[in-house]
């Protein structure tokens, strides 16, 4: 692993956080400097490396590192431009169809090609269907561990979610 | 952490699968591996006394794509007649692998993700099969994909030197794959060139790969305790053996010389053969025409696209440019 990292959220000492004070994160060593890594970041596409960095329980720096590399775009390089999309829609095996799409699009920009009504409405129709699958997938197989803790969930009660649920909504 | 005898049967009980529901699920995962009759009662005498096969499931350079064939493992045997109790063969697949480690569906993150591997390891040494989806990038020691801090190459000869099999589950760990397309900035390659001599290892290319046929492949090794029998390539002879083109069911467009010539012509619309749009069905081997995709019921030709040959080796390069006809389509 290269020991470097591009800072993608820190904090600028000069401008004031308007948000409510947070509750310090407990530290073994209070008052020392702290650093916690996260490698794995699971439930994503792709693989994540979360650095963050705790002085007297608060954030004061976090970096993330995608630790995967395929080159695609080197590897486009040359190619036949209709062949583009099968390509980048593997950048993303969940949300395959957004990256065909965009490819399509900027070979077609390239190319000053207007596409035909009944094109525009299929891929509106095709991007809607994985618009919803996407959120489907994300939330039931991906995010939702980080809400629902599974163990607890086999003591839930259904009657009281379900009042729950009524209460808020009609 | 034990798996217990009958886990499967109690399992699919659960489900609320009658007997004669389950038999015919067998029959058709028995049909996918081209097995006679005869061997449905085998194959369910042996899955009603088995236990699931743990698994370490590994992501490299990947684009989760072979998972995703994994979460659609909902197909119902008949399309036309579906039935709560009737889920069909791949719903199978929870029942007779139990994953164990999965980046990309496990709760735990980080130490406590990795911690989980090693268990896993520890406590079904030599009796878990190791998936890896995803190439290895060779390239500058590793740096290309690194997990916990530790390269692709490192987990997978880690995991896989205690696996009794290892499964290259798609186009990329089999061979390279995406990443692996010229110029493979990242060096990467698949399982068998990762680790020369690796024993027992399956081969199930694809982009992605079917979950149809990992499933056929697990219930294989639970009945007969050994793996089903491979091509000259190193793939499932009953997942691959057959050229796309010879199952396709426009190949009676073909042989009358009945080609599309331009997306969306009356030819299109008809579904003549798409040998002329530079399909690579002649070339490739693959049993997608009959076990299909979508719960059973599409595939790619179905959908009037030209087949693109990703179950072949190397296939983002040899099958490429993929408008371009084959050889005698010009």
Redesign the interface.
């Known amino acids: ?2 020991d470097t990292y591009l800072p993608l959220v820190g904090n600028n000492p000069g401008t004031p956080n308007p948000t409510p004070t947070p509750t310090p994160i407990p530290s073994p060593t209070p008052g020392a400097g702290q650093k916690l ?11 994540l ?1 979360i650095e963050v960095k705790i002085e007297n329980g608060f954030v004061t720096d976090a970096w993330s590192a995608g ?6 775009e ?2 486009l390089n040359g ?2 431009p ?2 583009a999309w ?2 980048t829609q ?5 949300c ?1 169809t957004v990256h065909a799409i965009a490819s399509v699009r900027a070979v077609e920009n390239a190319l000053g090609v207007t596409v035909p009504d009944n094109a525009r409405l299929l891929r509106n129709l095709i991007e809607g269907a994985q618009f919803i699958q996407d959120h489907v ?1 994300h939330f039931y ?2 995010h939702a ?1 980080d809400w629902v803790d ?1 163990v607890s969930a086999l003591s839930a009660d259904p009657a009281a979610t379900s009042a729950l649920q009524k209460s808020i909504s009609n | 952490m034990e798996n217990k005898t009958g886990e499967i049967s109690e399992q699919i009980t659960q489900k609320g699968m009658s007997r004669r529901e389950f038999i015919k699920l067998c029959g058709i995962v028995a049909a996918v591996l081209g097995l006679p009759a005869s061997a449905v009662n085998t194959i369910s005498n042996a899955l009603a006394a088995a236990t699931r096969l743990p698994a370490i499931w590994l ?10 064939s994994f ?1 659609r493992a909902y197909q119902r045997s008949d399309p036309l007649q579906p039935s709560k109790t009737d889920p069909g063969i791949t719903s199978l697949i929870l029942d007779v692998l139990s994953v164990d480690y999965h ?8 130490f406590m ?2 911690k989980s591997r090693q268990d896993t390891i520890q406590s079904y040494a030599g009796k878990y099969v190791c998936v890896v989806e995803g190439s290895i ?1 060779a390239g500058n020691n590793g ?7 530790r390269t692709a190459l490192s987990i997978l000869q880690d995991v896989t030197s205690h696996a009794m099999a290892t499964i290259a589950l798609g186009s990329c760990a089999t061979d390279g794959g ?2 692996g ?6 060096g ?1 390659v698949g399982v068998k060139d990762a680790i020369p001599g690796i024993q027992n290892l399956i081969n199930l290319p694809g ?2 790969a079917n979950v149809v046929n990992l499933v056929a492949t697990i219930v294989y090794f639970l009945t007969y305790n050994q793996w089903p029998s491979t091509d000259n390539l190193g793939r499932l002879a009953f997942a691959y053996g057959e050229v796309v083109h010879d199952q396709c069911p426009r190949e009676d467009f073909y042989e009358e010389g009945n080609y599309v010539l331009e997306w969306g012509d009356e030819r299109h619309r008809q579904g003549w053969c798409l040998f002329k749009m530079g399909c690579r069905g002649p070339r490739t081997g693959s049993n997608c025409p009959t076990v299909k995709w979508n719960e059973g019921t599409c595939w790619p030709v179905a959908a009037g696209h030209g087949c ?1 040959g990703c179950t072949e080796p190397h296939f ?1 390069d040899t099958m ?5 006809p084959l050889p005698g389509g010009d």
């Open positions: 692993m290269p890594v996260i490698d794995p970041i699971t439930r994503i596409e792709g693989h490396r630790t995967q590399f395929r080159g695609i080197l590897i190619r036949d209709r062949d099968v390509f593997r950048i993303c095996g969940v395959t997938i197989h991906l561990l599974i | 992501e490299f350079q990947d684009c989760t794509g072979d998972s995703e979460l980046e990309t569906l496990m709760a735990p993150a980080g993700a990795e990038p740096v290309y994909c690194t997990i916990g801090g995406l990443a397309a010229n110029p493979n900035p990242t990467a982009c992605p693109i983002w490429t440019p993929f408008y371009i």
